[in-house]
């Protein structure tokens, strides 16, 4: 393995820790409501970008918003990347404040098949029969779990959905990374703001005091930045396949957690779900493993 190849994989693997370690911080805000903590983790994610942009040098970000006003459809896009990643926050936030952790680890566990099945319905692309049949059985575990609870695992959905379709928008949009988090965050601050000056202005006064909630809210924003950026730098040295491994990690990492941690309950719906759901990635994964080697020997 070459030296980029291990800066690819150390960032890539710091972020994916970074993100399964997150349920342990969002608890220690559960004293405040979903809608003023994930307010806050935008404010301070637009605000830390914008000090990574004004130390790094700003001809990137002057590059890309001439980009934004020659072609007013990624504006579009970015708008929209902004509103589903909030939604994502939001549902994640909302989830481990309300002992819902094993909820998120079966999102983000579904979200790599959802995104293969995004594929087959925006890009067209093609798949292999043990491909299929993963997304088969993954659907078949969660259809069982929702039989078996009597109610459909929302949380989860959200999750993989919103972050698939982010992920969605993403590709499509032709600016740097680093630029499209800080708009991203820069976008839906006025909401944010607004929020905490109309209907919630008592979290600032934690803020004001430097209380330790204060300092946990002024850190959302980094917990959010930094992994994405980590990501992103990650995303560009190291192949797909390893990629989409270490991104179980996180989900992996918050299974144990809610079980352990949270003390969560874990019965047979969830057994079923969670086995039918690990089967079709290993599934998936294996194929995926075999198709590359065939298009490496031609």
Not at 84 to 107: C, E, K, M, P, R
Not at 148 to 167: D, E, K, N
Not at 236 to 264: C, D, H, K, V, W
Request: aromatic content about 12%; charged content about 10%.
């Amino acid at each position: 393995m070459n030296e980029i190849n291990k800066k690819g994989l150390s960032t890539t693997l710091l972020c994916c820790l970074i993100w399964g370690l997150l349920p342990l911080y969002w608890a220690l805000l559960n004293q405040i409501s979903s809608f003023s903590v994930l307010s806050h983790r935008i404010i301070w994610s637009g605000f830390w970008m914008l000090v990574l942009i004004i130390v790094t040098g700003r001809q990137q970000l002057r590059i890309d918003i001439q980009h934004l006003r020659a072609h007013l459809s990624q504006f579009g896009l970015l708008l929209l990347a902004a509103v589903l990643i909030s939604i994502n926050w939001f549902t994640y936030i909302w989830a481990v404040t309300n002992q819902h952790v094993l909820d998120t680890s079966l999102g983000y566990y579904i979200n790599p098949l959802l995104n293969v099945l995004l594929g087959i319905l925006i890009y067209k692309e093609s798949l292999l029969w043990p491909q299929k049949l993963s997304i088969a059985i993954a659907i078949l575990g969660v259809a069982i779990m929702t039989v078996q609870l009597g109610t459909l695992p929302i949380v989860s959905i959200v999750l993989a959905v919103s972050f698939s379709l982010y992920g969605a928008v993403k590709k499509r949009l032709t600016i740097h990374p680093f630029s499209s988090i800080a708009f991203e965050a820069w976008l839906v601050t006025p909401v944010a703001l607004w929020y905490l000056t109309a209907m919630d202005t008592t979290s600032w006064t934690f803020i004001e005091n430097l209380t330790p909630t204060g300092l946990l809210l002024i850190g959302a924003g980094l917990t959010t930045s930094i992994p994405l950026i980590l990501f992103s730098y990650g995303a560009r040295l190291l192949p797909l396949n390893i990629l989409g491994f270490l991104q179980y990690l996180s989900p992996t990492m918050g299974f144990f957690l809610a079980i352990f941690y949270f003390g969560e309950s874990f019965g047979t719906a969830q057994l079923i779900a969670f086995g039918c759901i690990w089967v079709a990635l290993v599934l998936f994964t294996l194929s995926n493993q075999m198709t590359t080697r065939i298009k490496i020997k031609k």
